[in-house]
């Protein structure tokens, strides 16, 4: 595609012959395939998409795109900029999730300097800038002293790359740690004075319901939302994202509330799972699924035997009850995942395969573009109708099979109506910081 198709230097053009997905994608009013897509023709100026309209309006000078389809720049609304591409130095012996954790200790403790941090931060974004993604939300490890090193280098990063990508961080720490409230107080002031979401993992702690309180009241007094890493595990007796629902209905708490994994939810009894869902429908919870990151770590056994269950939580249960879910890139190159490029369409694809996202396509195309966007109150993201920026990917794909069967390397990602550079960096820059 990239030697057939050609775009002008100035951010002013019509696209014709493209296919848009109705769920990503101002397009109602068209006739759309089993799949959700439609034939359309759109119109760029001075970098804002000004029109769609069904294909075949298009005058002769406009670019054909060969019938492929275009997709709005993507939104990856979990993932952990700051532990990106530390695998060389601190690999997982073994593949799980406590051997994730235990590598991260002393790897954290030794390397996590500012310029540490910084390097592999901007290496990670530059991947997902040309990969096509719009907006990011990452996850801050803040454990004390860490909070005091992260926090300044992520404030600079969204700087630095706010004409590019938008970036918001959440504070990461174990639950536990909000036991100790001058800490707990401290750090969600540098969360608000940064402009970022209260976040904790959560685990089956006996005073979980006290400190959720805590985290709750606080969001609340600070005006901050709320992400939360919930239930990664197979444990039916981890039931934190019930108890998150209960919480949030107990403030009546009015800010946005994300909880990511979810992953026993797909081990427990109907009933239970019923009564959960219920609870997160009522208190307008959203959800994201990690689909890579979650089969990488989930049900692996030490024993030389087949995992026998995906990790991903229960998606489709959700969206039948009105639940916003998403799915994300989570963990690249670190001891929680030890591949991945913040490549939301290879997200996407993985997703399809691991969750079922087909027969029929539905609308879950928008989990990784208008939903996540919806969830991280972006306004001008996710999704392509006029007036929006003209942020988008076209790809050479020209339905789901296609699309999904390929890389796509040779996708074009527009950006204010232009064409930008999408050579990725290249690993070797990192090596002076990876040496093992």
Same mark, same amino acid.
């Given at each position: 595609?990239?030697?057939? /198709?050609?775009?002008?230097?100035?951010?002013?053009?019509?696209?014709?012959?493209?296919? *848009?997905?109705?769920?990503?994608?101002?397009?109602?009013?068209? =006739?759309?395939?089993?799949?959700?897509?439609? *034939?359309?023709?759109?119109?760029?100026?001075?970098?804002?998409?000004?029109?769609?309209?069904?294909?075949?309006?298009? &005058?002769?000078?406009?670019?054909?795109?060969?019938?492929?389809?275009?997709?709005?720049?993507?939104?990856?609304?979990?993932?952990?900029?700051?532990?990106?591409?530390?695998?060389?130095?601190?690999?997982?012996?073994?593949?799980?999730?406590?051997?994730?954790?235990?590598?991260?200790?002393? @790897?954290?403790?030794?390397?996590?300097?500012?310029?540490?941090?910084?390097?592999?931060?901007?290496?990670?974004?530059?991947?997902?800038?040309?990969?096509?993604?719009?907006?990011?939300?990452?996850?801050?490890?803040?454990?004390?002293?860490?909070?005091? /090193?992260?926090?300044?280098?992520?404030?600079?990063? +969204?700087?630095?790359?706010?004409?590019?990508?938008?970036?918001?961080?959440?504070?990461?720490?174990?639950?536990?740690?909000?036991?100790?409230?001058?800490?707990? =107080?401290?750090?969600?002031?540098?969360?608000?004075?940064?402009?970022?979401?209260?976040?904790?993992?959560?685990?089956?702690?006996?005073? *979980?319901?006290?400190?959720?309180?805590?985290?709750?009241?606080?969001?609340?007094?600070?005006?901050?939302?709320?992400?939360?890493?919930?239930?990664?595990?197979?444990? /039916?007796?981890?039931?934190? #994202?019930?108890?998150?629902?209960?919480?949030?209905?107990? &403030?009546?708490?009015?800010?946005?509330?994300?909880?990511?994994?979810?992953?026993?939810?797909?081990?427990?009894?109907?009933?239970?799972?019923?009564?959960?869902?219920?609870?997160?429908?009522?208190?307008? /919870?959203?959800?994201?699924?990690?689909?890579?990151?979650?089969?990488?770590?989930?049900?692996?056994?030490?024993?030389?035997?087949?995992?026998?269950?995906?990790?991903?939580?229960?998606? &489709? @249960?959700?969206?039948?009850?009105?639940?916003?879910?998403? %799915?994300?890139?989570?963990?690249? +190159?670190?001891?929680?995942?030890?591949?991945?490029?913040?490549?939301?369409?290879?997200?996407? $694809?993985?997703?399809?395969?691991?969750?079922?996202? =087909?027969?029929?396509?539905?609308?879950?195309?928008?989990?990784?573009?208008?939903?996540?966007?919806? %969830?991280? $109150?972006?306004?001008?993201?996710?999704? #392509?109708k006029p007036g929006a920026g003209a942020d988008f990917v076209l790809f050479r794909g020209r =339905?789901?099979?296609?699309? #999904?069967?390929?890389? @796509?390397?040779?996708? %074009?990602?527009?950006?204010?109506?232009?064409?930008?550079?999408?050579?990725?960096?290249?690993?070797?820059? *990192?090596?002076?910081?990876?040496?093992?």
């Amino acid at each position: 595609m990239a030697e057939r /198709i050609r775009f002008p230097d100035e951010a002013t053009f019509t696209l014709a012959n493209i296919r *848009l997905h109705r769920s990503v994608s101002e397009t109602a009013e068209f =006739n759309h395939d089993a799949e959700g897509l439609a *034939l359309a023709d759109m119109r760029v100026v001075d970098g804002r998409i000004a029109t769609i309209k069904p294909a075949g309006t298009a &005058h002769e000078d406009a670019i054909d795109a060969q019938g492929g389809i275009v997709f709005p720049c993507f939104v990856d609304c979990h993932t952990h900029l700051d532990k990106g591409h530390i695998w060389p130095r601190c690999p997982n012996p073994n593949g799980s999730f406590m051997g994730a954790l235990d590598s991260l200790v002393g @790897e954290r403790r030794a390397n996590w300097k500012s310029e540490d941090v910084e390097r592999r931060m901007d290496f990670a974004l530059r991947a997902a800038y040309a990969h096509g993604t719009k907006a990011i939300r990452t996850h801050i490890d803040s454990m004390n002293p860490q909070e005091t /090193i992260s926090w300044p280098v992520f404030q600079d990063m +969204r700087a630095r790359w706010k004409d590019r990508i938008t970036l918001q961080a959440v504070c990461l720490f174990g639950i536990e740690d909000a036991r100790d409230e001058g800490w707990f =107080n401290r750090l969600a002031d540098i969360v608000a004075e940064a402009g970022g979401v209260m976040g904790a993992v959560t685990y089956m702690v006996p005073d *979980l319901d006290t400190l959720l309180d805590r985290i709750f009241r606080k969001a609340i007094d600070l005006d901050l939302d709320l992400d939360f890493h919930a239930d990664e595990t197979d444990d /039916i007796a981890s039931v934190s #994202l019930a108890r998150i629902a209960e919480a949030a209905l107990r &403030h009546d708490f009015q800010g946005r509330v994300l909880v990511g994994h979810c992953c026993s939810l797909a081990r427990q009894p109907d009933k239970v799972v019923f009564e959960t869902l219920d609870r997160v429908a009522k208190a307008g /919870i959203s959800v994201v699924s990690l689909p890579m990151c979650n089969m990488y770590l989930q049900d692996r056994r030490m024993n030389a035997t087949t995992p026998r269950w995906r990790g991903v939580t229960l998606l &489709h @249960e959700m969206r039948a009850r009105g639940i916003t879910v998403a %799915i994300a890139s989570d963990n690249t +190159r670190d001891p929680f995942y030890a591949y991945g490029d913040l490549d939301m369409l290879e997200v996407y $694809r993985d997703a399809t395969r691991i969750l079922q996202f =087909n027969h029929p396509v539905a609308d879950w195309p928008d989990t990784v573009a208008a939903s996540p966007a919806k %969830i991280m $109150r972006l306004a001008d993201a996710g999704w #392509l109708k006029p007036g929006a920026g003209a942020d988008f990917v076209l790809f050479r794909g020209r =339905n789901f099979t296609e699309w #999904l069967s390929r890389p @796509e390397t040779d996708r %074009i990602v527009i950006r204010n109506g232009r064409r930008i550079d999408t050579t990725l960096p290249d690993y070797s820059e *990192l090596d002076d910081l990876l040496k093992a």
